[in-house]
């Protein structure tokens, strides 16, 4: 595993006694919801330490903290959570008081076509980092998940933490083992833990492969816009930095052992809300095409957050068209942020920027 470390001084934990100078592992952070989070805790906690673990997969882009990765109390090291080798190293090295698990294989298309790696990664990874965590005595170890778990849900209805896990893909599946993972760390070794399941993320940095970026993308560059089915499956969406808070609360104040769904109410049949992205950008609906169903596609996902908003005083922030205009307006302007992801150039970031600086300090 290859590491940073010119910038570890701040690591010599003896000397933090504050409680101001928590140390969190971030897994995931160059992906989207992940780096969304680093920049949101190095603006709001100038003294939090945040090391960011991530294996770069396709989905992992250094390109997205290009705005912090100069500061004194980041530091970003590459490694799997799936290989014990990689996280004991970051846990011997930095042992750290809060873990916010975001790394995952995250595309349902992807896991119905190659399911294996999701298992790996998603199950595997939880596991070995909970084991870690326990080892080194972690604070709270939060555990990012989703509302696929609960399944399609009927009618107009919406499912507390207590409902029934439904998954019905392989992504969602290993998301909910992941979860009863979590369960475990708490009933049998007494960890301290809390899993936060979120409806349909939008915001900036989103990889091109979800709902809202192909549709940006597509329509900015006059390409069709695939609709899966009927275009009638409906979910609910969150701004990023909405849930990014509820993260950070449910990290600091969520009570251990705890579940808490992260929901808005603004849910959305997928062909009103790509119909609605186009109208803002001013462009006909004539890209729009529909093409063959994704297998074993969730009709309906709708969340209850009642429970963080009453306990912990949660609530989103964001109003919804102002967040997708604030996102539109982002693309427009990071054309070369997505130029690169089509090109493939992002993927040498890391060798071209963070391996010299590596040799250097060797
Ligand atoms: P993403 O695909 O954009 O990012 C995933 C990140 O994890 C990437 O940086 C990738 O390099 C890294 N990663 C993958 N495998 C790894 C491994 N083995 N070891 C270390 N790092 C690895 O995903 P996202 O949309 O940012 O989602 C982040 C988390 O939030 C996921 O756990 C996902 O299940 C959950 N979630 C996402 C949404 C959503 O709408 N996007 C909603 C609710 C929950
Ligand atoms: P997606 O962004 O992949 O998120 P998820 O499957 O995790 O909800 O898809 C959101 C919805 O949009 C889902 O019902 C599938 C649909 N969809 C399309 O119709 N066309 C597309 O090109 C994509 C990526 C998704």
């Given at each position: 595993m290859e590491t940073k470390e010119s910038t570890f001084d701040f690591f010599e934990k003896d000397k933090i006694s504050s409680d101001e100078h928590k140390i969190i592992l971030v897994t995931g952070g160059a992906g989207f919801i992940g780096s969304n989070f680093i920049r949101y805790l190095v603006q709001r906690y100038p003294n939090f330490k945040i090391i960011n673990f991530d294996k770069l997969t396709y989905a992992g882009n250094l390109n997205n903290l290009t705005t912090i990765e100069e500061n004194a109390n980041y530091a970003f090291l590459k490694g799997d959570v799936a290989d014990p080798k990689d996280v004991k190293t970051v846990f011997e090295q930095f042992s750290p008081d809060y873990v916010v698990h975001f790394a995952a294989e995250s595309h349902v298309d992807k896991s119905i076509i190659n399911p294996d790696i999701f298992l790996k990664t998603n199950i595997m990874g939880t596991q070995i980092l909970l084991n870690y965590s326990r080892e080194h005595k972690v604070q709270k170890f939060v555990q990012v998940s989703t509302d696929e778990v609960y399944g399609s849900i009927p009618g107009d209805g919406s499912v507390k933490e207590d409902a029934h896990i439904e998954p019905n893909n392989p992504y969602s599946a290993s998301k909910a083992s992941a979860d009863l993972l979590l369960r475990v760390a708490y009933q049998t070794y007494g960890q301290r833990v809390n899993v936060i399941r979120a409806c349909n993320n939008f915001g900036n940095y989103q990889f091109p492969e979800k709902l809202v970026p192909v549709v940006i993308h597509n329509a900015l560059n006059n390409l069709e816009i695939p609709i899966y089915g009927d275009g009638k499956n409906i979910r609910e969406w969150i701004h990023v930095e909405d849930h990014c808070r509820a993260i950070d609360v449910v990290m600091q104040t969520g009570k251990s052992g705890e579940t808490y769904n992260v929901g808005t109410g603004n849910k959305w049949k997928n062909i009103d809300l790509v119909e609605l992205i186009l109208k803002k950008l001013d462009?006909?609906?004539?890209l729009i095409s529909f093409v063959l169903d994704r297998k074993g596609h969730d009709k309906r996902y709708s969340v209850d957050s009642s429970k963080i908003r009453q306990e912990l005083g949660w609530k989103p922030q964001i109003e919804f068209e102002e967040g997708l205009d604030q996102v539109i307006t982002w693309y427009k302007n990071h054309m070369d942020w997505i130029e690169e992801i089509a090109s493939g150039k992002y993927m040498t970031y890391y060798d071209d920027i963070y391996k010299p600086r590596m040799m250097e300090t060797e």
């Open positions: 462009i006909k609906n004539d």
